[in-house]
């Protein structure tokens, strides 16, 4: 994987969702080879045929464990909606530049074969069906369930879990089968986070604390290990190396990152190896401003873990050589809420000496924070989307509604470590025809860091 080919085009998610545009979400695919004449340019648009969809993230249809089966092809890119809770099956194998719709899945097959809803994160199996981790039931509760589609069909199967023991609150997942082992994450109940953030709901037990282990053959829920309260643990990432029976998780709104581990004993623990401490500040929501840890990834040499703070505006690289210990080699800002001359006046920092300037590129200050992050291959270039999902982005960054999301290229030095934002990318999605849209998750085809599980 890391001596595939170089990225020329990548999929982004455009929601209209709280823009006040009543049209369709849609799929863009990007140009992003620089040797071409569209370089930077959104060359394909497909709609979807609904209306407040909310499309987030997106997996495959078919594993790199199926690499040299010939009846395998990575042709269908599964999209789930977070909040109407439909699933689009997108056909890429014809035209890898014009997606287009291959099959819908309606939210009542969820709701009536599985009793879930809001679908968050699908990977493929190795058995072939598609594996999607949901937020809640189907009436915004919390549940940390999951549907089973087949992968030839895209029909809903029923539920992946077996028992009736499921965690309270779903989001991510990743799975290792060497080590038999699921572990999934918690972010909100639907009904809680659907229009926005209220820091009351923590206390509510609204928001998730929790990463939860699954016995990968049984699928029954086997532990939860907390991380504390109001830790808002997001998105998780196992080493790449299928052997290794350890990983990270980012929280969000503890802003630390906590590696987990299998022990001697067989069962699984976790240990806080990275904190972003919070800024007191004036102007804003709460005195303190958490760092907002809202995606993380680490790269296929199992070298480098990078992580986005949305609000605090910086993307940060970690070498992780020793799991135990990473060790900060690389930070860049690119906006956020405590940029200089902006509305939030810090007030005591114990990182920065000043507030980081605003983010100019191609003459635009860049709205909003650093959110979604890719990885190329090689791990030389970090693509970067600024839109965490719309009901938040309307909260907490009314100017990245109104003007658009954008996305980002950031250049890594993969030898020493450091990270510098390229000048000449800029791929601004207020100036869409029918913008402007909130760009979210970042996805190759044929995979990339965050896709690919080997077992």
């Given at each position: 994987a890391l001596k595939g080919p170089r990225e020329e085009i990548v999929y982004v998610p455009c929601i209209?969702?709280?823009t006040g545009i009543e049209k369709p979400d849609?799929?863009?695919?990007?140009?992003?080879?620089?040797?071409?004449?569209?370089?930077?340019?959104?060359?394909?648009?497909?709609?979807?045929?609904?209306l407040k969809d909310e499309l987030h993230h997106s997996g495959w249809n078919a594993c790199s464990s199926c690499f040299g089966d010939a009846t395998k092809r990575r042709n269908r890119l599964i999209l789930p909606s977070l909040i109407s809770s439909r699933i689009y099956v997108v056909d890429v194998g014809t035209d890898l530049r014009a997606p287009r719709i291959h099959k819908i899945v309606e939210p009542v097959e969820l709701f009536w074969k599985g009793n879930v809803a809001n679908p968050h994160t699908s990977h493929c199996l190795g058995s072939g069906d598609i594996l999607i981790s949901c937020l809640?039931?189907?009436?915004?509760?919390?549940?940390?369930?999951?549907?089973?589609l087949d992968g030839e069909t895209f029909e809903v199967k029923g539920n992946w879990e077996n028992g009736?023991?499921?965690p309270p609150l779903g989001y991510d997942f990743w799975y290792q089968p060497r080590h038999n082992v699921l572990i999934s994450t918690e972010w909100g109940a639907p009904k809680a986070l659907a229009n926005g953030f209220n820091p009351a709901d923590i206390e509510r037990g609204y928001y998730g604390r929790r990463i939860n282990v699954w016995d990968w053959s049984t699928h029954t829920y086997i532990q939860a290990i907390d991380l504390g309260k109001g830790s808002i643990p997001l998105e998780v990432r196992f080493l790449h190396n299928p052997d290794a029976a350890e990983g990270f998780v980012g929280c969000a709104l503890s802003s630390a990152v906590h590696r987990f581990y299998k022990t001697e004993k067989g069962d699984w623990?976790?240990?806080?190896?990275?904190e972003v401490p919070s800024k007191k500040v004036q102007g804003w929501l709460l005195p303190d401003m958490p760092g907002l840890i809202t995606d993380i990834l680490i790269s296929l040499d199992d070298r480098f873990l990078y992580f986005s703070n949305w609000l605090h505006g910086d993307i940060r690289q970690y070498d992780i050589s020793n799991t135990r210990k990473p060790k900060l080699v690389g930070q860049v800002f690119l906006g956020g809420s405590i940029t200089n001359g902006g509305p939030v006046t810090v007030v005591e920092d114990k990182e920065l000496q000043c507030q980081p300037e605003p983010l100019v590129i191609k003459g635009k200050k860049v709205p909003g924070?650093?959110?979604?992050?890719?990885?190329?291959l090689d791990g030389k270039r970090l693509y970067v989307s600024s839109s965490l999902y719309s009901g938040w982005d309307k909260q907490f960054y009314p100017d990245l509604v109104k003007e658009g999301s954008v996305m980002l290229q950031i250049d890594v030095d993969t030898e020493r470590g450091g990270l510098k934002v390229n000048k000449n990318f800029l791929v601004d999605f207020g100036k869409e025809p029918d913008g402007p849209v909130l760009a979210h998750e970042i996805r190759y085809p044929g995979g990339d860091s965050t896709s690919d599980i080997w077992m």
């Open positions: 209209y969702r709280n849609y799929l863009a695919t990007v140009d992003v080879n620089p040797e071409s004449p569209h370089y930077c340019q959104v060359i394909h648009r497909l709609p979807v045929p609904n809640g039931d189907p009436s915004g509760n919390g549940k940390g369930g999951f549907i089973l009736e023991k499921v623990a976790a240990e806080k190896v990275i924070g650093p959110q979604m992050i890719q990885l190329s």
